[in-house]
Nanobody, 124 residues
Framework: VQLQASGGGLVQAGGSLSLSCAVS????????MGWFRQAPGKEREFVAP????????YYADAVKGRFTISRDNAKNTVYLQMNSLKPEDTAVYYC??????????????????WGQGTQVTVSS
């Protein structure tokens, strides 16, 4: 399974970005997908998961109400729409796949495959 994230960039505070993650494999619709992020000098942290059918369950408190995770199983792609961006959202954003049939989760160790990350920088 290979994951390719894209869509990062530089944006001013208050702006928006939309991240995409294209996933290889014939059984994408069976994967739980998620987004994490890692800021400089910090540990990788959970952002949001989505179920196999695109259900959303919860978001990290820091992004709740501003970010939306979604997926298109026909395109083998998961998305992260980020609105009202803040400088503290600056990080490398990673998409990830849990292929083992579990429930959507916030725990890093539950995920099996990771993309290479895409840089998001929010200027003040």
């Amino acid at each position: 399974v290979q994951l390719q994230a894209s869509g990062g960039g530089l944006v001013q505070a208050g702006g928006s970005l939309s991240l995409s993650c294209a996933v290889s494999g014939r059984t994408f619709s069976t994967y739980v997908m998620g987004w994490f992020r890692q800021a400089p000098g910090k540990e990788r942290e959970f952002v949001a998961p989505t179920s196999r059918r695109g259900g959303t369950y919860y978001y990290a408190d820091a992004v709740k109400g501003r970010f939306t995770i979604s997926r298109d199983n026909a395109k083998n792609t998961v998305y992260l729409q980020m609105n009202s961006l803040k400088p503290e959202d600056t990080a490398v954003y990673y998409c990830t796949a849990d292929v083992d049939g579990g429930s959507p989760t916030r725990f890093r160790y539950e995920y099996d495959y990771w993309g290479q990350g895409t840089q998001v920088t929010v200027s003040s």
